[in-house]
């Protein structure tokens, strides 16, 4: 949890159309037959791809280490009441277990990687056909710096800082020190990775609006999150 409340400090409420878990349906059970064992060593998990557990599926925001031991960094409000995490929405290829969750006051969590037939990436997917972006560092975000995620259903996307120390009055519970950039994302987006070039910034948790009319977007800050759980990013 957090030591402290940032000083300054704006309250948001009922502005927030939250995109976590909105237009996520239940883990499938479709896959193909046999993925287990002969693929599994072609199976990677980046950053903006996702992971999934019985009755939800969460986006990777980063991945994370802590010496050889690996990890994914996850929204805490999707990876609540999840234990164990797969690869594929068949629930055939297990990744990792739930390590830690902070939710409200923070939006975080982090799945601790058990199969090391399964190769981490140490940067984030941009999208189909779109490459990969190498991630080499965490920073606090600043106002008026440049910043990009990739959201499930907007797809890669950026724009620049617009405000930082905020707090938003989620349906089930209060949650401080977010960012808001001036990049739109719609349900679904949500867990997301947001960067600027090669430096980590946060996650996608909420948004107000829409990539119709015009929106924002809400991150919950990655540098806490990794000093609070002894992990940096690769």
């Known amino acids: 949890m957090r030591s402290g409340r940032p000083r300054t400090i704006t309250i948001l409420r009922a502005v927030v159309v939250l995109a976590l878990l909105l237009g996520w349906s239940a883990a499938?059970?479709?896959a193909h037959a046999g993925q287990r064992a002969g693929q599994q060593a072609a199976v990677a998990v980046r950053g903006g791809d996702t992971l999934y557990?019985?009755?939800?599926?969460c986006t990777v925001g980063f991945n994370a280490r802590s010496g050889s031991t690996l990890y994914a960094l996850v929204s805490g409000r999707c990876a609540q009441?999840?234990?164990t995490?797969?690869?594929d929405p068949a629930l055939t290829i297990g990744v990792g277990v739930t390590a830690g969750v902070s939710f409200p006051g923070n939006d975080y969590a982090s799945i601790r990687y058990t199969n090391t037939a399964v190769a981490y990436p140490g940067e984030v997917s941009l999208g189909t056909g779109a490459g990969a972006r190498d991630i080499t560092g965490a920073a606090n975000p600043v106002v008026g710096q440049s910043i990009c995620h990739v959201g499930r259903t907007t797809?890669?996307?950026c724009g620049t800082v617009q405000a930082v120390n905020l707090t938003v009055n989620y349906g089930g519970g209060t949650v401080y020190g977010?960012?808001?950039s001036t990049i739109c994302s719609?349900?679904?987006d949500a867990g997301g990775p947001a960067f600027s070039g090669g430096t980590a910034l946060g996650i996608i948790v909420g948004s107000s609006g829409n990539c119709s009319s015009g929106g924002f977007t809400y991150y919950q800050p990655v540098v806490e999150w990794l000093?609070?759980?002894g992990l940096s990013v690769y």
């Open 28 to 30: 499938g059970s479709a």
């Open 53 to 57: 557990s019985t009755g939800t599926r």
């Open 81 to 83: 009441g999840a234990r």
């Open 85 to 87: 995490w797969y690869a």
């Open 155 to 157: 797809g890669y996307r």
């Open 178 to 180: 977010l960012f808001r």
């Open 186 to 188: 719609e349900p679904g």
């Open 227 to 229: 000093s609070a759980y």
